[in-house]
């Protein structure tokens, strides 16, 4: 039987980046349930300060996930709070699979914090090379 699996980006801000993503992919931010973050505090588990009010919900600071809500079986990705900025290449990339619509897709990602990194081809095929706002690249494609 093989492993589930989610995707683990790292980030300097992890709910602005959660926040991009879902937009992004048309997914949805997971919701905060604020009642189990309090309890958790109040019982000593996990410190005030492993809080923050984000868009005036109660989160967990280190990180936040976005999942597909037509697809909850799929892989989720989460956002987690590193304290390095990223410094080289990305070894592994997303692929946002638009179809023919990839130049307009690519100018709205502009318009909201991405930029242009190169175009590529390869026969038929082509692609945008992009880098979402904190610099993680991902493809057009």
């Known amino acids: 039987m093989g492993y589930e699996f989610q995707v683990t980006v790292d980030s300097a801000r992890p709910h602005d980046q959660a926040k991009w993503w879902a937009q992004t992919l048309g997914w949805r931010v997971e ?3 604020e009642d189990f973050i309090r309890g958790v505090v109040a019982a000593g588990h996990a410190r ?3 809080t923050e009010i984000y868009d005036g919900v109660l989160v967990w600071r280190v990180g936040a996930a976005i999942g597909d809500p037509d697809h909850p079986d799929r892989p989720r990705v989460l956002f987690q709070l590193v304290p390095e900025s990223k ?3 990305n070894r592994l990339h997303l692929d946002v699979r638009v179809g023919e619509d990839k130049q ?3 100018d709205a990602l502009v318009a909201r ?3 242009v990194l190169h175009r590529g081809e390869q026969g038929p095929f082509w692609w945008i090379t992009m880098a979402d ?3 993680n690249e991902f493809c057009v494609s």
């Open 87 to 89: 410094s080289v290449k």
């Open 31 to 33: 919701p905060s349930d």
């Open 113 to 115: 914090g991405a930029t």
């Open 48 to 50: 005030e300060e492993d």
């Open 133 to 135: 706002p904190e610099g």
């Open 104 to 106: 307009a897709v690519a």
